[in-house]
């Protein structure tokens, strides 16, 4: 295994000026990033979440060499991003979602036209990338469009394809399906699923939309007040968080529905009730039931939504099973 993204310690601070009292302001250090360890390896597809100000955005600036962090050491590539910043670029794309690095004046054709000249990408592999991006993403009706006419929709897609013209080894992507409809989202993260799917590609991407998360990521990194407090699977934070799958159980006439182990019982009304696997499997539990005139039977996923807002308010890990 090859680790692409480290960071050790990384911190940084901001100087705000906060008002105190009528008049006065005074300033004041905060810490927006607070003692960041990553390790993320070559074609790992990584969710970075976190609530409102946690310090995603942040993070993925010093990552790309934007900020200059406080504290702590980063090696994106083998590359210290703030450096060796124009070296990094040639191996990194990113999006971030409120600026572009299209041209709004010029069709998106001649944007990727300039990336091309920018990167000195040879012809024959631009026009491959292009092409793949043309297809996966439906660029074709809006190429010749001036980029301040898109919608975001085409414009989010236009941006995905001018980061990845250079062929970048890591994409860091920041809110990357922000403000877009159903079909550009399935669009996106269609796109992106097969980008991961290469293994070429390592992907880093920041989000508050979880289904994100679900469809794109094997690994969650959840950040809150600037510090990691969960790396590990959406598996993980559900076992973390005691969450669990649910089988919903309705009946074609009342029977009282038997105890079974390693499944916790709730009457709903007499012709359904629902059982909480707390170690049995569904499977496990349709055998014990089996006797019952059962008339349908459903199983719920633990919510990822659930146990992210319960992260993020703080509340207490229970003991998982
Ligand atoms: N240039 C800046 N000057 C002062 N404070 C800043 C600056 N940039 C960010 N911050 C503060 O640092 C904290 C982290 O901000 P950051 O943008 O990294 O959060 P985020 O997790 O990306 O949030 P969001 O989900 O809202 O985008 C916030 O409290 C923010 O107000």
Redesign the pocket.
């Known amino acids: 295994m090859m680790t692409v993204i480290a960071a050790h310690g990384l911190r940084k601070e901001?100087t705000?000026r906060v008002k105190v009292g009528w008049l006065r302001r005074d300033r004041r250090t905060?810490a927006?990033v607070d003692g960041v360890d990553l390790a993320i390896e070559r074609g790992e597809m990584v969710g970075y979440i976190?609530?409102?100000?946690?310090?995603?955005?942040?993070?993925l600036k010093m990552l790309t060499g934007v900020l200059t962090p406080t504290a702590g050491q980063i090696s994106v590539c083998g590359f210290s991003p703030v450096r060796q910043r124009t070296r990094l670029a040639r191996r990194i794309g990113v999006v971030f979602g409120q600026r572009s690095q299209l041209w709004w004046d010029l069709p998106l054709r001649e944007s990727f036209d300039l990336l091309r000249h920018i990167y000195r990408v040879p012809p024959a592999e631009h026009a491959v990338r292009l092409r793949r991006c043309r297809s996966l993403l439906d660029l074709d009706e809006f190429l010749d469009t001036p980029v301040r006419q898109l919608s975001l929709g085409q414009r989010m897609r236009g941006e995905l394809t001018a980061a990845l013209l250079h062929g970048p080894e890591v994409l860091f992507l920041d809110e990357p399906t922000i403000g877009l409809d159903v079909v550009s989202k399935q669009a996106v993260r269609g796109f992106l699923a097969e980008l991961g799917a290469t293994g070429d590609v390592t992907l880093m991407l920041?989000t508050?939309d979880l289904a994100d998360i679900e469809k794109l990521c094997r690994r969650l990194l959840v950040?809150d007040h600037g510090r990691v407090v969960h790396d590990g699977t959406i598996e993980a934070l559900h076992a973390r968080y005691g969450s669990r799958r649910r089988v919903v159980v309705e009946l074609e006439s009342p029977e009282a529905p038997p105890e079974v182990p390693g499944a916790t019982l709730t009457v709903v009304s007499p012709l359904r009730f629902e059982y909480d696997l707390t170690g049995a499997t569904a499977g496990e539990l349709l055998v014990r039931l089996a006797g019952l005139p059962i008339r349908d039977v459903s199983i719920v996923e633990p919510d990822i939504e659930d146990v992210v807002a319960r992260l993020y308010t703080g509340v207490p890990v229970t003991d998982a099973p």
């Not at 976190?50 to 993070?59: I, R």
């Open positions: 901001f705000v905060v927006a976190g609530p409102n100000g946690a310090g995603k955005s942040t993070t920041t508050h950040i």
